[in-house]
């Protein structure tokens, strides 16, 4: 057997063992045999050591590889573990994803570190991470598209093979087990022959395609900035994250920075053109990062801090990070492209440092969102408006803290909009309800507003059609006030397509994220059923929070006006919503 085949047999062996552990500990762990935070640990350091582990293998001694996968991996295990101390219930720790992304990322940053220690004369050498980097993801797609492969095959297969009567592959895929160890099998075999391709298989070839776009970046990223002052994010934006977009763009930005100056200035793109695209680009990345920074500072001025937006923040200092590092570079003149690699170096080193950090009370994502909402709540009654606090019970023992300090900051300051807000809070708990009750519906029928009043039939006749995600959805926005105290939800029956039989329904509320949500509905011909309608909506600026929640309240306090257009749009300020036929 050569040394080749025996490679790819340990591969595949270790790719079935990690799919057989991944599926034994899925088995203890529903059978309660392993429970609470030890399943955690347990499970979260058998995932990471077997990831790192196939990525590792095949790029430096087994010795190394087995050492380098532990170091990987038992950190983000260990550090997530004590996360879980967060919550009585340590598996509340799944209710937010900001953990397991804290720790995903501290997994992952050090694997080329650990390559290029042991292939390169440094463990900091630019030119040993960026190949080692690119690496590992062109090998981790060209995993993930094989296992696609298999499956399918197995399926087709499964289908040919039935035809004539026979269901083993049917029977086998019956035990769960099967999928795992198939799919630990593909993904360890095909890292096994990428690796003996190494010299085929050479993420060169899609980072000089790639860098190939710089150009049209700088150009997209040159018109936003060109056009900002003069129309306004809400306005270029409209219903997406301002915050989101900015920080992505200057994501991309810096992706096609590196991707253009390669591993060494011989290795650069030899186009004028793309350099100075991407020497363009390594400015406008600060710009993006600042104007991003200051979207998220904005939001979390108006609604207090929350685990998403400090994921936010997080990601706007990073960035900025990347912007500052590549500004100052591109000022030093000639050597700008090595100062560059230096920053992306820094930078990766930071980035696991800031998600190790996530996962100490040092940045306790839930106790600083719990202290925002508390300051929040106490201004917010003291100009007389009642704060919504019902995520505070998703925030484990910090957010029950803040609950217990607010009640007595109610009592102590002669607070009543205070009290209200911890009132609701409570009477809604930590319980989670998989379906609506009964009296969810009936509830829903009663606060729902409908327009016009004499809708109030047709109001219910909607609710009691609508399958359960939408009528606890629904409930969920009714509930939450809007800050004029009303519910952050409204119904409109008018006749928006004439020709359709009965008239149509138009839902506005709000979402968790506090976006606004508009729905159609319209009748069957015979008016027995409601049916979805397709809608179209001008109004760039209705997506805001504010603006949703202003539209809302409008519509609830009265009629507006319909403009015949060639169908019946409905007409609110600015904003227009007008239903489209089906045919």
Request: proline share 4%.
């Amino acid at each position: 057997m050569t040394d080749q085949l025996r490679h790819r047999w340990i591969m595949a062996g270790l790719g079935a063992a990690a799919g057989l552990s991944i599926w034994a500990l899925a088995e203890v762990v529903e059978a309660d045999w392993l429970t609470g935070r030890w399943a955690i640990f347990i499970c979260t350091l058998t995932a990471g050591f077997f990831a790192a582990l196939l990525a590792l293998a095949g790029q430096m001694r087994w010795g190394q590889a087995l050492t380098g996968a532990l170091l990987a991996a038992l950190p983000p295990a260990a550090l997530l573990t004590w996360v879980s101390l967060r919550h009585d219930d340590p598996y509340d720790l799944f209710d937010q994803g900001f953990g397991f992304l804290a720790a995903f990322v501290l997994g992952l940053i050090p694997l080329p570190f650990l390559l290029a220690r042991a292939s390169g004369p440094h463990w900091r050498d630019y030119g040993a991470l960026f190949n080692h980097a690119w690496g590992l993801t062109i090998r981790a797609l060209a995993a993930l598209v094989f296992v696609g492969v298999v499956w399918v095959l197995v399926f087709l297969s499964d289908a040919l093979l039935s035809l004539v009567g026979i269901t083993l592959i049917e029977e086998l895929l019956r035990e769960e087990a099967v999928g795992f160890v198939l799919t630990g099998t593909a993904i360890g075999l095909s890292l096994a022959v990428i690796s003996d391709l190494g010299d085929y298989v050479s993420p060169d070839l899609l980072i000089r395609l790639l860098r190939l776009l710089a150009p049209l970046v700088l150009l997209v990223t040159a018109v936003f900035l060109l056009a900002l002052p003069v129309k306004g994010l809400s306005n270029l934006f409209g219903g997406l994250s301002a915050a989101g977009v900015l920080l992505a763009m200057a994501a991309v930005g810096a992706a096609m920075v590196s991707m253009a100056i390669d591993r060494a200035d011989d290795q650069a793109a030899a186009s004028p053109v793309i350099r100075q695209s991407a020497r363009g680009l390594a400015v406008c990345v600060l710009l993006l990062a600042g104007f991003g920074a200051w979207a998220v500072w904005l939001r979390v001025g108006q609604y207090g801090l929350s685990p998403e937006r400090v994921l936010a923040l997080l990601a706007a200092v990073v960035a900025l990070g990347y912007g500052l590092g590549y500004a100052v570079s591109v000022a030093r003149g000639a050597a700008w492209m090595q100062g560059i690699r230096q920053t992306n170096v820094w930078m990766a080193l930071g980035m696991g440092a800031m998600a190790a950090l996530t996962l100490t009370p040092v940045l306790d994502a839930e106790r600083l969102s719990a202290n925002s909402q508390m300051r929040r709540a106490i201004a917010l009654a003291e100009q007389g408006e009642v704060a919504d606090l019902r995520a505070l019970n998703r925030w484990g023992r910090a957010g029950a803290a803040a609950l217990t300090a607010l009640e007595g900051q109610a009592k102590a300051l002669a607070l009543p909009k205070l009290a209200e807000a911890t009132g609701a809070a409570r009477s809604e708990g930590t319980t989670i309800s998989y379906g609506p009750t009964p009296e969810m519906k009936a509830e829903l029928k009663a606060i729902l507003p409908a327009q016009p009043a004499r809708s109030g039939a047709m109001r219910d006749g909607l609710v009691a059609w609508m399958d359960d995600y939408q009528v606890m959805a629904l409930h969920e926005a009714c509930t939450t006030p809007l800050p004029g105290g009303t519910p952050g939800c409204v119904a409109m029956f008018y006749d928006a397509l004439p020709e359709e039989p009965g008239e149509e329904a138009l839902l506005l509320y709000r979402g968790k994220s506090g976006d606004l949500r508009v729905e159609g509905y319209g009748t069957t011909d015979d008016g027995a059923t409601w049916v979805w309608q397709s809608l179209q909506i001008d109004g760039p600026q209705m997506w805001e929070r504010a603006v949703g929640e202003a539209l809302i309240a409008q519509l609830q306090a009265g009629e507006p006006k319909l403009r015949p257009v060639t169908l019946q749009a409905l007409v609110v300020g600015q904003n227009e919503i007008l239903f489209v036929p089906q045919n």
